[in-house]
Structure formats: C-alpha cells, structure tokens
C-alpha cells in the first residue's frame, strides 16, 4: 500500500512540474526573427574575431618556443 501511494506523488509531482513548466515557457518573451539574425551576427563575428585572435596567440608564441629551444 505504501508503494502505491509514493508512486503517486511521484507520478502525481511529475504531472505538476510539467504544467509549470508549460506555464512558465508561456512567459518567455521570444526574440523577433530580426533580433534572433542580428545576435546572431554578433555571436559569429565575436567568435571569428577571437578565433583569429587566439590563433595569433598561438603562432606567436609557438615561435618563441621554437625560437628558445633551438638556443638551448
């Protein structure tokens, strides 16, 4: 008897946090297509320049890598 009811609350609990969550995703404020486009423009222009930027990073001191080990 006792399993039967914890399977209810269970099942009972799981019910409840799908209405909520239904009823929070009512009040999301979605972005407009344009907005969505525009930011992400920004996301991969972000990204391209700090890939570039990080591989720059890389090749110069890469350089000095090999540049110190070929002096020792």
Not at 39 to 50: E, I, K, N, W
Request: aromatic fraction near 6%; avoid cysteine; proline fraction near 1%.
């Amino acid at each position: 008897m006792a399993q039967a009811k914890t399977g209810m609350k269970d099942s009972n609990a799981i019910v409840v946090y799908l209405r909520q969550v239904r009823s929070e995703l009512g009040k999301v404020v979605w972005p407009t297509r344009d907005q969505a486009l525009n930011l992400t423009g920004v996301v991969l222009a972000v990204t391209v320049v700090m890939s570039l930027f990080l591989g720059g990073l890389d090749f110069i001191f890469a350089r000095l890598v090999e540049a110190l080990l070929r002096v020792l």
